[in-house]
Every structure is written in C-alpha cells, then in structure tokens.
C-alpha cells in the first residue's frame, strides 16, 4: 500500500514496486488507507506522513493501533530527527527519507518487514522483555511491562483510558538518503481550509488569489469580512509557515490576524491602499509589505513619524524577520511563524531529550509528551517547512550573488 497524494510521485514508486515484484497499490489520504485495509489487508504500508486531512502520523497511529504487527514504513521529505522520533513514538517500524535509490528503496522495505514478522515470533514465543515508562495526557506518569504494549490501561490520576506506547524508539530502522540533496518544499498554503459564513461548507484556500477564495465553491456567494480559517493544528501550522500573516497587537483589532496576498501591497489609511489600517500617526500610504521566503520586505513611503521594526525606525526597505514587531502609527503587529535554524534537526524540550537519553541507556522506552499527535504531527510538519523554506531561499540568494 503506497500513500501519497502526488500523483507523480505516488506513480514513480509504484513502479518501483511493480519492477521489484510487489503488487502495489496507491492511496491518496487517510479516508482511502482505512478503508482500503478493511477490504484487503496489505503486507507493507508505505506512507508519506505530509497528506490533506489527516496526516501520516495519525495513519500511521491509527493503523498500529489496530494491527500493530502491520508493518509501517515511512517514506518523507522530512529529515528532522524529531520527525523520527514521533514516527517512531507511534509504532512507525521504519523511517527513509527522499530521495532514495530504488535498490535502497526495496532493501529497506525487505528489512523492516522481516524485522516486523522476526518480532512477531519473538513475541509469540516469549522472547520479549522489559518495559515502557510514559505519560497520560494529563501528564501523570506511567510504567508498563513491554508484553503490554498497544492495550488500554486506565490512569489513576485522571480516571481516564490510555493507550501503552508501542516499543522502544530505537527499534525502528532508519535510512536516510543524501542530505546534500535539497528537499521537496509543500506549498503550506494549500493545507488551509476556508469555513462559509453562508452554507457552512469547508473547502481549500487558493493560495495566491485571495479575492477567488472569497466565493464559496459550493453556494458561490461571496464571503464578507475576514476569512474564517478553520483552526485545525496543520491548518494553524500551514498558516505560520506562509510567512503571509500578521497578528494585530494593539488597538481595537487586537488578537485578530489578517492575512496578505503574495505579492506587495500598501497598507495606509487612503481607501486605495490594498491594507487600509486608521489610527493615529498612520499616512494615507504608509508603507508597503512583501511577503518572502525569509520573512517581510517592509519599505516606508515618507511617512510623518516613519515605520518601525522591533522599536527601530527603518530607512529603506527591511525585513521584518518571522516573530519580529511592525510598528505603523498607533498599530502594532507581529509577523506569525518562527525563525529556526537551517541546521536544527529536533526542536523538542531539552529536558525531554536529557530524560530520552538516561532512558535509553537503561533500555527503557520513554514517552513524554502530553500532546495530542496532530499537535505533535503539526509541530514537526511546520517545523520542516520553515526551514526547507530557509534553505531554498538562503541558496537562492547564495545562487544569486555567484551569478
């Protein structure tokens, strides 16, 4: 079973499979996974994990909760280590990452299935030991022995049902292609969905025409106001990653969110401008705002009292990092997103990480997060956007100045 949505690429492994002698079959969402496996179980899942919908971490979640001898294996773009390490926290029983090499691609496959059916029998004839130390989602910890792995138990602090953790992180098998490659980069934009304040109907953002966004696809009438986003964690994530989204921190506005074109506009209190903000101290055309992969190009228009950019007046044209404030008379904004480093390959709590650590060398599974997985998926997904985004634009500027 390959699960992807790109239908070129979902193709392209295809035919890798079939050239090898599996039979494979394509499936593009979580919809079509789960009932595909109520018709006809598979023997190997290969599951990209960034999908509309629900995400391949909650598959993945999903599946081994049903069948946790179902081998899992994922097949992304996403190289973080955090990525790896949640995959792993699901029952993910492999990890490889993009590109990979066809003969790469079906020996790991091979691996991790022997290695899923090796521990079925292991299992099965009582081989395995040990145990599982976790947290429920109200944060009371927990302690398991391993032969109980995937069943409900109930918490004592909360009264409520959890699930054990499948296995230990360093169970599943990694392979990593070639880091020097540069990976796929989704359009975040297409991950967000649009609430009709007249028939109610969900449907897809298109990311560069905002004004076509505003007709419902369904009612065809036009939406009045801001846009409703509809709130889910990827959604929230894919919205963060654009780069396109000011919150307003002062003013009557205050806590709201607007969200810009991808392309320049001019925010001034004129009824021409793209942005028309009033307030105090705010020019008819104050300044201009462009959107980058970098962050926001911020130039001033000769305004009276000037723009400025965390508490700084700027001249010429700056940019407004993502986490930086915007200063526009009596308006103040922050740009939504996060400025993370190219290099960064986890982003989890260091505490967490120093416990995973004293963990695995007593060889405990530990399980700290009291998130729920799409907040965890949503994290990791945002997280590899952001910085797949840097990197493109960093070599692009690199590219650039070679030229």
């Not at 190219?342 to 599974?365: I, L, W």
Request: aromatic share 4%; glycine share 8%; with cysteine.
């Amino acid at each position: 079973m390959v699960v992807d949505d790109d239908a070129e690429s979902a193709l392209e492994t295809k035919a890798i499979l079939d050239q090898a002698g599996f039979e494979a079959k394509v499936f593009k969402d979580g919809g079509q996974v789960h009932g595909g496996i109520a018709m006809d179980r598979p023997d190997v899942v290969l599951l990209k994990l960034i999908l509309p919908g629900e995400s391949g971490f909650e598959i993945c979640e999903r599946l081994k909760k049903q069948d946790r001898f179902l081998p899992v294996v994922i097949y992304s773009e996403i190289e973080l280590e955090a990525a790896q390490n949640l995959a792993s926290k699901l029952g993910a029983d492999g990890y490889i990452t993009k590109p990979c090499q066809p003969e790469s691609l079906i020996a790991a496959i091979r691996e991790v299935a022997n290695a899923v059916w090796g521990r079925q029998a292991d299992e099965r004839d009582g081989k395995e030991k040990g145990e599982i130390q976790f947290r429920c989602r109200c944060g009371y910890r927990m302690r398991e022995k391993l032969e109980n792995r995937g069943k409900l138990v109930h918490c004592s602090q909360c009264q409520g049902s959890v699930q054990i953790p499948e296995r230990r992180v360093h169970q599943m098998i990694v392979k990593l292609a070639d880091s020097s490659v540069a990976n796929a980069m989704d359009d975040p934009m297409r991950f967000l969905s649009v609430k009709c304040q007249h028939c109610g109907t969900f449907y897809k953002l298109f990311s560069s025409d905002l004004e076509k966004a505003r007709t419902c696809p369904k009612c065809q009438k036009r939406q009045i106001g801001a846009l409703s986003i509809i709130g889910a964690p990827l959604s929230r994530a894919a919205l963060a990653s654009s780069l396109r989204v000011l919150r307003i921190l002062a003013g009557p506005l205050k806590g709201k969110k607007l969200m810009l074109p991808d392309h320049e506009i001019t925010l001034g209190a004129d009824r021409s401008c793209q942005l028309r903000q009033t307030g105090e101290g705010i020019a008819p055309k104050h300044c201009t705002l462009k959107p980058t992969p970098l962050g926001m190009l911020v130039k001033d228009l000769g305004s009276e009292i000037g723009t400025m950019i965390d508490n700084e007046r700027i001249a010429g044209e700056v940019l407004l990092e993502p986490g930086g404030l915007l200063k526009v008379g009596s308006m103040l904004f922050r740009l939504v997103g996060q400025n993370r480093d190219v290099n960064s390959t986890s982003f989890y709590n260091p505490k967490q990480a120093k416990a995973q650590e004293k963990a695995d060398r007593k060889g405990v599974a530990l399980f700290l997060s009291d998130k729920p997985t799409t907040h965890e998926a949503a994290d990791v997904i945002q997280a590899h956007w952001d910085i797949v985004r840097k990197k493109s634009a960093m070599q692009n500027q690199s590219d650039a100045l070679d030229e």
